[in-house]
Each structure stands twice: as structure tokens, then as C-alpha cells.
């Protein structure tokens, strides 16, 4: 019998969990903290990397590379043939674009603005957080980016993003976003509504009005909004999270009938699971979540930032001349069970 194959930090999370010595391993690390392998059938074809991200700072680097250690006898192995997916960065293909990113100090906003800048645009990065801005940009000190503090429901701040812009607007991408508590509509709060409207729906709103002028002007232009598996479906989250990403479905499809004519396509990428997920506040409503569990569960499998950012940029690009109005579901088959 062959000896099983080498580990390393790139392997999937289900070769680990197959492997007689690194099965163990992760399990035990799961325990430490109550959990078991269940809880990763959803992430199972994630490379074991992608842990560290997925815990939001919970788990540092060096617990990752302390497993691969363990799992090797001490050794780190040659990574090997990888068959994991990679961005494939296409050189050039935003030159001369000015493109405004929503959300992009962390998660899905990150990975598309990063991807945009390292393909030759000019990225308008917008987020609530002047310190992880200010550290995305260092990040990538050779590209054009420029960076806007702002919430996104106040008209101040989308005053201040067009501003920063120019005059030249090409693309859009709204991607800025928060959960709700999963809150069924007679449990769901004022507070509660108004923010994630406010942000996933009327920020969206407000910030593409803003810029539909100078694409107007131009007679082109791009605008991706970031909707959700919740936009289409109604057993994906709680009330207020469904009925802002149905919002911005209906945003998009009448955008997308009312300027195609003048060279501008609004589109949509509605995500299933993603790893680096959006935060959920605090005090979840327990019905709601037991209802949903049964549902969640079923995820087939959950996504990177960059799995996502490839399927906005796509939208972005002129690669996607011929689409307007779609409601491109990046879910990894969600949407079909």
C-alpha cells in the first residue's frame, strides 16, 4: 500500500480529513474549541489555508503551520502539483477605467477592488474603516488607488466618492453590505430594518444615481451590485437581509431596462456561502436561526473573496459586452437544490 500523500497548508481540507494522520489532527483541533468535522462539509473542498481567514483573527497562521508540521513528521513538504483554483489576473484589462468599489477594506469589496487595480484601473476604494483602507492600500502601493472614508447612506459621503472620481466614472461595483439577526418580519426591529435597508439597499440606490450621469454623459458604463441567494430565495436569512437583496434584484433589473439603451448594463452576482462572511450582530433570534438551520445546511459549498471577485469582475469587464440585467448566481449550486 502506497504511503498517503504529503500535506501542506494548500491541500484540501477534505484530503486532511481523509488522511489517517492529519484527520486527526483537525479534529482534535476542532474539539478544542466544541466542534467537529461536520461543521466543515460545506468548506470541505477549501484549502486548509483558507482557515485562517475564515476565523476572522480567531486563528493565527501559526496554528496552520504547526498542523502541517505535525502532519509531516516535522517536515514541511514541497507543495506539489496544486489543483486548486487560481486567480488568473488579466493584464490590462481595466486600463484607463476609473472603477468605485463599495466595501472594499475587507472581504468580497477587497478581493474586487485588489483584482481591479492589479488588472491596470483605477480603483475608488470605499469603506467605513480608515484604518483597514489605509492597510489595503499599502498592500498594493505600485497600483491607483484612492481612498474614501464614508457611510454610503449618507448623501455627504456619496457626494464625497463621485467627487473622488472625477468625471470619468467606467464601473461600479457595489459590493458593501451587512447581515441582519435572521429575525422573522414579527421579531424584527425598527433598528434593525433600517440599517440593513439603509445600507444594502438604499446605499446601492443612492451611490449608483450618483454616478449614472457621467455614464450617461459617456454613453457607457458598468454597475455591479452585490445581491445574495437571500434575493431570490426566501429561506437563505432573516427578514430584513431577504427583502434588501430582493431590493437590489428589482434595482437591477429596472436599471438595466432603463439605461441599456444608453450603453450602460447593471448586473447582479448573488452569492451562497462565502468564507470570509460578513459578521452577524449580536443577539441572533433563535427562531429564525432554527428554522434557517435545515436550509443552511444544505450549502453545497462555500466560496473564497476572490472565487466571488472573479464573477464581479467579469460583470465589470467588457468581457460581459452582451449581459445586462442578470442575476448571475455564484453560489457553487445553491440555487438549484
Do not use: C
Not at 466544541?34 to 485562517?52: F, M, R, T, W, Y
Request: hydrophobic share 45%.
Amino acid at each position: 500500500m502506497s504511503a498517503p500523500k504529503a500535506l501542506t497548508a494548500n491541500s484540501s481540507i477534505g484530503d486532511w480529513l481523509d488522511h489517517p494522520v492529519g484527520g486527526d489532527l483537525v479534529r482534535g483541533l476542532l474539539a478544542q474549541s466544541g466542534a467537529n468535522a461536520d461543521s466543515l462539509a460545506p468548506i470541505k473542498g477549501l484549502p486548509l489555508q483558507q482557515l485562517v481567514a475564515l476565523s476572522q483573527g480567531a486563528m493565527p497562521q501559526s496554528v496552520i503551520d504547526e498542523l502541517v508540521l505535525a502532519a509531516n513528521e516535522g517536515v514541511v513538504p514541497e507543495d506539489g502539483e496544486d489543483t486548486s483554483w487560481k486567480e488568473l489576473i488579466t493584464s490590462g484589462r481595466f486600463a484607463g477605467k476609473t472603477v468605485i468599489v463599495t466595501g472594499a477594506a475587507s472581504g468580497i469589496g477587497r478581493a474586487t477592488a485588489s483584482r481591479v487595480a492589479r488588472e491596470g484601473g483605477r480603483v475608488i476604494a470605499v469603506d467605513v474603516s480608515a484604518e483597514r483602507l489605509a492597510e489595503f492600500k499599502s498592500s498594493l502601493q505600485d497600483a491607483d488607488i484612492t481612498v474614501v472614508t464614508g457611510d454610503i447612506t449618507k448623501q455627504e459621503s456619496v457626494d464625497a466618492i463621485v467627487a473622488a472620481a472625477g468625471d470619468r466614472i467606467d464601473a461600479l461595483a457595489n459590493v458593501a453590505g451587512i447581515n441582519d439577526d435572521f429575525s422573522p418580519l414579527h421579531e424584527t426591529t425598527d433598528a434593525v430594518w433600517d440599517r440593513v435597508i439603509g445600507v444594502n439597499l438604499t446605499g446601492a440606490f443612492k451611490l449608483t444615481r450618483a454616478v449614472l450621469p457621467a455614464m450617461i454623459a459617456a454613453g457607457r458604463g458598468s454597475v455591479v451590485n452585490v445581491a445574495s441567494e437571500a434575493g431570490i430565495r426566501g429561506n437563505a436569512s432573516g427578514n430584513a437581509y431577504t427583502v434588501s437583496k430582493h431590493g437590489v434584484v428589482g434595482l437591477t433589473k429596472s436599471a438595466a431596462f432603463m439605461y441599456g439603451p444608453q450603453g450602460i448594463r447593471v448586473n447582479a452576482v448573488a452569492p451562497g456561502g462565502v468564507a470570509t462572511g460578513i459578521p452577524f450582530p449580536p443577539n441572533m433570534s433563535e427562531a429564525g436561526a432554527a428554522r434557517l438551520q435545515p436550509f443552511q445546511s444544505q450549502i453545497p459549498t462555500v466560496a473564497t473573496a476572490e472565487h466571488l471577485a472573479a464573477s464581479i469582475t467579469f460583470l465589470l469587464s467588457d468581457d460581459a459586452v452582451n449581459i445586462n440585467g442578470a442575476i448571475l448566481t455564484s453560489d457553487g449550486g445553491w440555487s438549484v437544490q
